[in-house]
């Protein structure tokens, strides 16, 4: 089994930061893209930022410059700083990853999300 850990969500005050991580586990080879999403209340889930196994990272309109994306091969982790928080930000963060298992077969795979409240 396959799964992702997303963690650091919580309250916060706009303008302040928050760290995000989020980890992988199980039976896996290797992993391709990895990425976070986010869905705000009464809205459809959207792209916040990807990185490839390259460590090539793309980013949303609304948070390039304020947000990084990073990985750690090594310890199959993907973060997400989020600087300069917006009262806009806040949804639920979701993980995603591209996984090759150790049997080849190829999974896309989501966390179970993580709650960032924006709010003074």
């Known amino acids: 089994q396959v799964q992702l850990v997303e963690s650091g969500g919580g309250l916060v005050q706009p303008g302040r930061s928050l760290r995000l991580s989020c980890a992988a586990s199980g039976s896996i080879f290797s992993i391709n893209a990895m990425g976070w999403y986010r869905q705000a209340p009464g809205k459809e889930r959207e792209l916040v930022a990807t990185?490839?196994?390259?460590?090539?990272?793309n980013y949303s309109d609304s948070v390039k410059g304020r947000f990084t994306i990073s990985r750690d091969n090594a310890k199959k982790t993907v973060y997400l700083q989020m600087n300069s928080l917006k009262l806009e930000d806040t949804a639920v963060y979701y993980c995603n990853a591209g996984v090759i298992t150790t049997i080849f077969r190829y999974l896309e795979i989501w966390g179970q999300g993580t709650l960032v409240t924006v709010s003074s």
């Open positions: 990185i490839t196994s390259g460590g090539s990272a």
